[in-house]
């Protein structure tokens, strides 16, 4: 399986783990279709969404693995 990091593109997320939606969600990440997602790093839409990055990123690796 592809390593997620800060860097890596929310869609590209999606692809990996496509089961991982209701995690995005419980954050406020509701438009995971809409066209800055395809684009978007993981870092980027935490700090859009005043996410802690470190922490969503070690809660979604726990949830993916």
């Given at each position: 399986?592809?390593?997620?990091?800060?860097?890596?593109?929310?869609?590209?997320?999606?692809?990996?783990?496509?089961?991982?939606?209701?995690?995005?969600?419980?954050i406020g990440m509701?438009?995971?279709?809409?066209?800055?997602a395809s684009g978007?790093t993981l870092e980027?839409?935490?700090?859009?969404?005043?996410?802690?990055?470190?922490?969503?990123?070690?809660?979604?690796?726990?949830?993916?693995?």
């Amino acid at each position: 399986m592809a390593q997620i990091t800060k860097d890596t593109r929310i869609s590209d997320i999606l692809s990996i783990a496509p089961d991982s939606v209701p995690l995005f969600q419980s954050i406020g990440m509701h438009c995971l279709g809409c066209v800055m997602a395809s684009g978007e790093t993981l870092e980027q839409a935490c700090r859009v969404h005043g996410v802690d990055v470190d922490k969503f990123l070690s809660d979604l690796t726990e949830f993916v693995e």
